[in-house]
């Protein structure tokens, strides 16, 4: 069992930043795959950033290229994410996810992942 905890998110006006981060409790050997995700009134839940830590693969959400960063510190088990040049299109709840993937395929799709943290708050005004 992984237990994930997120923390980081508040409000900010456009173009400012942010940065999550989500500490991994538990049976974290193995947890090759961890992600952050998000969710937005009415809409489904998004990958947003990923990391294949075996090869260091990421995946960004073409939205964010070039305005958001994934990653981790292995001796905290933590993950962090980077927001810069926030849009209010960013508004959302941002949850950390993990698994024991076996591959990078998949990296961003939320359905790949078992765990989940209880989310963080992320609004940005104009």
């Known amino acids: 069992q992984v237990q994930l905890v997120e923390s980081g998110g508040g409000s900010v006006q456009a173009g400012g930043s942010l940065r999550l981060s989500c500490a991994a409790y538990?049976?974290?050997?193995?947890?090759?795959?961890m992600g952050w995700f998000r969710q937005a009134p009415g809409k489904e839940r998004e990958g947003v950033a990923a990391i294949y830590t075996v090869e260091d693969s990421t995946y960004y959400a073409d939205s964010v290229k070039g305005r958001f960063t994934i990653s981790q510190d292995n001796a905290k088990n933590t993950l962090y994410l980077q927001m810069n040049s926030l849009k209010p299109e960013d508004t959302a709840m941002y949850y950390c996810?993990?698994?024991?993937?076996?591959?990078?395929?998949?990296?961003?799709?939320?359905?790949?992942?078992?765990?989940w943290g209880q989310g963080t708050q992320v609004t940005v005004s104009s």
């Open positions: 996810a993990a698994d024991y993937c076996s591959n990078k395929e998949g990296l961003g799709d939320p359905e790949g992942y078992n765990y």
């Open positions: 538990g049976y974290t050997y193995s947890i090759y795959c």
